[in-house]
């Protein structure tokens, strides 16, 4: 008995000190629902409750960042092992997945307005690239039969020096190439994230004399459509 009330002192001692409750678990060889006991009748001045609230909050950020750290390197694992599982590109495979691109992201053409040209407008620099690459090695289509526009909303007209040198250097385009900028009027109460120093706005490709490829972009989606077995 006097060997249990020992530990209750030294327990207490400890609790005092400012010793969480699994703290004192590791110098106390009790069941944790005897310390919970113990320490009920232990009245805390507000130093060491701040000091326990400062512990308390200290661990949960020491829990977090352990948990952003094992998220972050199981996210780089999956990155590095997916990006191995593509392997080399071929043309046929650049071919195919332009069409998809343009599938998702480029104008159709309409019954009502026939003869309309090839145009593709995104906002990833990465993408935009890809379907520029395209147009080169597979469609033979010369930058110099392409004309770009810009569009950023009304908010960030005073960047748009900025905005044209991003997109210049993201395409290796001359920046004088990019003199067509449409603003769109900004929402009183937008509530868009595509906002400050990291919006460069949408750039649109135009193809000109393109309403022959716009047709055969229709017919190899088509194809893949058919060949999928979708339709």
């Known amino acids: 008995m006097s060997n249990k009330i020992a530990l209750k002192e030294k327990a207490i001692t400890l609790?005092?000190?400012?010793?969480?409750?699994?703290?004192?678990?590791?110098e106390i060889p009790v069941a944790k629902s005897t310390l919970s006991l113990w320490f009920k009748s232990?009245?805390?001045?507000k130093a060491q409750k701040q000091r326990l609230t400062e512990k308390r909050i200290k661990s949960a950020l020491k829990g977090a960042m352990v948990r952003k750290k094992q998220r972050i390197d199981l996210t780089d694992k999956i990155y590095s092992?997916?990006?191995?599982?593509?392997?080399?590109i071929s043309k046929r495979d650049l071919w195919l997945i332009g069409i998809a691109l343009y599938w998702a992201e480029g104008s159709k053409e309409k019954d009502y307005s026939p003869g309309s040209g090839a145009k593709f407008s995104n906002s990833d620099p990465v993408m935009v690239k890809l379907f520029l690459l395209w147009l080169c090695r597979c469609c033979n289509i010369s930058k110099k039969d392409i004309v770009f526009e810009i569009y950023i909303h009304d908010g960030d007209?005073?960047?748009v020096k900025e905005v044209i040198t991003y997109w210049s250097k993201q395409t290796g385009v001359s920046e004088n190439r990019f003199d067509r900028i449409y603003y769109k009027r900004d929402k009183i109460?937008?509530?868009?994230?595509?906002?400050?120093?990291?919006?460069?706005?949408?750039?649109?490709?135009?193809?000109?004399r393109s309403s022959t490829l716009v047709r055969k972009i229709k017919g190899w989606v088509d194809g893949i459509s058919k060949n999928c077995g979708i339709v």
Do not use: P
């Not at 609790?15 to 590791?26: A, D, N, Y």
């Not at 232990?42 to 001045?45: K, M, Y």
């Not at 092992?81 to 080399?88: L, R, V």
């Open 15 to 26: 609790r005092k000190q400012g010793l969480s409750l699994s703290e004192v678990l590791k």
């Open 81 to 88: 092992e997916s990006e191995k599982e593509i392997g080399s």
């Open 42 to 45: 232990v009245g805390l001045s």
């Open 157 to 159: 007209k005073k960047r």
């Open 189 to 208: 109460n937008t509530k868009r994230k595509n906002i400050g120093a990291l919006y460069f706005g949408v750039l649109r490709v135009n193809i000109k």
